[in-house]
């Protein structure tokens, strides 16, 4: 693969996951004009920043996915500890 499909696969998941770019961005310590540059073809990035890059995307997305995990556990658990069922019954 090269690194525009690879730009593309990367903005696709984070799309998917309603990460604005911004955020990778500032994850990985790049400016969004080098994404830019990337995107367009005019440049390419350095293995280290090209994997800096990569390990970002990964990042914010797994950290996407942890919190929006917590919040539907936490969610589940407020339930609990009310003692409610699934149904809204009394057990």
Do not use: C
């Not at 690194?3 to 984070?14: A, C, F, M, P, V």
């Not at 998917?16 to 500032?26: G, K, S």
């Not at 890059?53 to 556990?73: N, T, Y």
């Not at 009310?82 to 009394?90: D, M, N, Q, V």
């Amino acid at each position: 693969m090269n690194i525009i499909d690879e730009i593309y696969t990367i903005e696709r998941r984070l799309r998917l996951a309603r990460i604005p770019l911004q955020e990778l961005y500032r994850a990985a310590g790049i400016n969004g004009s080098t994404w830019t540059r990337w995107r367009t073809n005019k440049t390419s990035p350095r293995l280290t920043t090209w994997t800096d890059v990569q390990r970002a995307a990964e990042k914010v997305i797994i950290e996407k996915a942890s919190r929006a995990a917590e919040q539907q556990i936490g969610g589940n658990d407020s339930h609990a500890r009310r003692g409610s069922t699934r149904f809204g019954a009394e057990p």
